[in-house]
């Protein structure tokens, strides 16, 4: 059941989303910055061209089957390679009730609300720490920026329910971005004061980070005037307040040929943005082993396709549904050695439906 949370977000989504101002609001510091560009001014174009992943290479398994701080499925990951840690973000699980909390919740209030549990974990699958995100949204793709005071992560925030396509539930989908530092055992909620939130023009929702963290740069997925658009900006700079892309493309028509499309993740490296897609075993078509996952990658420069690939990465997971993307870098004093790792979630049996978390990764670059 929706609470008074979600109800006035409702009311202030169906009052439009122009009301949200193109400005980069610093909740921590008091900052406000002026936006510099309007998506009118974006072109793919201008990013130095480098190589990509060989996405018909094979993939490896970083980690396999591993627990999260919940059941419930990954929905993505991102890595501080300076420090050797993951973070991996789910929705918080039904009936948990959180320290501020006066009452549980199912797990639907939770999906509908934007709740989520992000999880650090070593290289190894050990878990580390526990943060809760409360009305951030849906976390379909985060990412990390490693600083010398700590982890700080980049999601969405400022979760608005919108209506399934079963007409009785809900997913809340986060309208702004939000940085913060990585503390364990905190509870942060949309207006936490620990916060710094950035949003972009009037009209532009579902707003999702990623980092390429060899180049300093963002990546956000957002949906204009109803159409799906990656950004990619200068991470220093758009933290600044700036908002001059160095490229800004379109969503393929098809990321998965042959199936519905079920967008799954996104990360970028270079001049070359990879996008993820594919359902559980079971949905949509998708049989063991094949599945129906996709790999595609895009030209920064051009916006087009340049390789869409079956990728059959941890094909004997019982249930494997792909969920997020990122780039690893093993050795931080070798930034060459790079990664495009690829998540899945599984089951634990066909009696047992708590998830577990398994990464893999390609390295080959043509």
């Known amino acids: 059941m929706l609470d008074r949370r979600q109800i006035l977000r409702m009311a202030a989504a169906a009052a439009g989303a122009a009301a949200v101002p193109a400005v980069a609001v610093g909740v921590a510091q008091g900052v406000a910055h002026s936006r510099r560009t309007s998506k009118e001014d974006a072109t793919p174009g201008s990013v130095t061209a480098t190589q990509r992943f060989d996405l018909t290479a094979p993939s490896t398994a970083l980690l396999r089957e591993v627990w999260l701080s ?10 501080d390679n300076t420090r050797g840690h993951i973070f ?4 918080v699980d039904g ?12 797990g639907n209030d939770r999906t509908a609300n934007g709740d989520l549990c992000l999880t650090r974990l070593d290289t ?3 878990i580390l720490g526990t943060m ?3 009305g951030f949204g849906h976390g379909v793709q985060i990412g990390v920026e490693s600083t010398n005071s700590g982890s700080y992560l980049w999601t969405e925030t400022h979760s608005v329910p919108a209506l399934n396509p079963d007409g009785t539930t809900y997913t809340g989908w986060g309208d702004r971005l939000a940085r913060f530092k990585f503390t364990n055992g905190t509870v942060l909620t949309a207006d ?3 916060l710094i939130q950035y949003t972009l023009e ?8 990623a980092i390429d963290p060899a180049n300093n740069r963002l990546v956000v997925r957002c949906r204009v005037s109803g159409a799906w658009r990656y950004r990619l900006y200068d991470l220093a700079d758009f933290k600044a307040g700036g908002r001059t892309t160095l490229a800004d493309v379109a969503q393929p028509a098809d990321l998965q040929p042959g199936y519905p499309d079920t967008f799954q993740g996104f990360t970028s490296y270079g001049s070359y943005l990879y996008l993820l897609a594919g359902t559980a075993y079971g949905t949509d078509g998708s049989v063991s082993p094949d599945g129906n996952t996709y790999i595609t990658s895009i030209d920064w420069n051009t ?3 340049t390789e869409q690939k079956l990728t059959k990465a941890g094909y004997s997971l019982p249930y494997r549904e792909p969920e997020g993307m990122a780039i690893q870098i093993p050795d931080p004093n070798n930034p060459q050695t790079v990664r495009l790792c690829s998540g899945f979630a599984s089951v634990v049996s066909d009696t047992d439906s708590r998830k577990r978390a398994s990464i893999y990764y390609k390295d080959a670059l043509v």
């Open 70 to 79: 919940g059941t419930r499925v990954l929905q993505s990951f991102a890595f």
């Open 88 to 91: 991996a973000v789910q929705l």
């Open 95 to 106: 009936g948990l009730q959180l320290p501020g909390e006066t009452q549980t919740y199912s």
């Open 124 to 126: 190894a699958g050990r």
């Open 132 to 134: 809760y995100l409360r």
């Open 192 to 194: 936490s004061p620990a």
């Open 202 to 209: 009037s009209g532009v929702d579902r707003t999702t980070a």
């Open 303 to 305: 916006g087009a396709m």
